[in-house]
């Protein structure tokens, strides 16, 4: 199994700061790297797709980037509505592994 | 908009078997799509169960294929999870989600999931 591992597991940052979470693979996965957004109670949300493509209604100060095993998640500017756990996975291979999560709170 | 909602029993004996089922609604389950199941023990990360494609053929994680099936039904336009001699450990929401993409590209609809206790 490929393992997905995020750092940090939490940040707390205040708003209007730029955020980066990162992901790293324990292997190479080329682009197949996802971002996903869940908020207390509620089912995961896909932010971004296929390393760097914004899901529709994504708002667009979320962006992806990275390659090969090292990948990025920045927010450029922090609202409040962004308080959740994010969490990076990979479709390069079945089975389809995520990261533990990184809970984000807002100073 | 594809919406998705799971069902079934909220507590399972141990070693008993556990039972859901994913009703889809706003788009059809005999689409190009796969369709997973993904879990997540209370307060921790996500786990990806399996998959199935309209055709039957499914793909599951080695850590639990022994005891996972995962089946569609077109004329319902609903999938479904069966896990047999559950554990505690096995007690988890658990969420259905539409795969899109090729192959499974990544996550885009889910369910608001479901609980599932594993509990005498």
């Known amino acids: 199994d490929i393992q997905m591992t995020q750092s940090p597991s939490s940040l707390s940052a205040s708003v209007g700061d730029r955020v980066t979470i990162t992901c790293r693979a324990s292997?190479?996965?080329?682009?197949?790297l996802n971002w996903y957004q869940q908020k207390p109670g509620k089912a995961p949300k896909l932010l971004i797709y296929?390393?760097?493509s914004l899901q529709s209604g994504v708002p667009s100060g979320f962006s992806g980037g990275g390659s090969g095993t090292d990948f990025t998640l920045t927010i450029s500017s922090l609202q409040p509505e962004d308080s959740a756990t994010y969490y990076c996975?990979?479709?390069?291979?079945?089975?389809?592994?995520f990261g533990q999560g990184t809970k984000l709170e807002i100073k | 908009q594809v919406q998705l909602q799971e069902s079934g029993p909220g507590l399972v004996k141990p070693l008993g078997t556990l039972s859901l089922t994913c009703a889809v609604s706003?788009?059809?389950?005999?689409?190009?799509?796969?369709w997973s199941w993904v879990r997540q023990p209370p307060g921790k990360g996500l786990e990806w169960i399996g998959e199935?494609?309209?055709?039957?053929?499914?793909n599951y994680n080695p850590s639990l294929k022994s005891r996972v099936t995962i089946s569609v039904d077109e004329s319902k336009n609903q999938f479904s999870l069966r896990l047999t001699s559950v554990t505690a450990a096995d007690t988890a929401l658990y969420y259905c989600?539409?795969?899109?993409?090729?192959?499974?590209?990544?996550?885009?609809?889910w369910g608001r999931g479901t609980l599932v206790t594993v509990s005498s």
């Open positions: 706003g788009g059809s389950i005999s689409s190009t799509n796969w």
């Open positions: 989600a539409r795969c899109s993409g090729a192959g499974c590209s990544s996550f885009d609809y």
């Open positions: 296929d390393l760097s």
């Open positions: 996975q990979q479709s390069y291979s079945a089975p389809y592994t």
């Open positions: 292997q190479s996965i080329s682009s197949f």
């Open positions: 199935v494609y309209r055709s039957g053929n499914t």
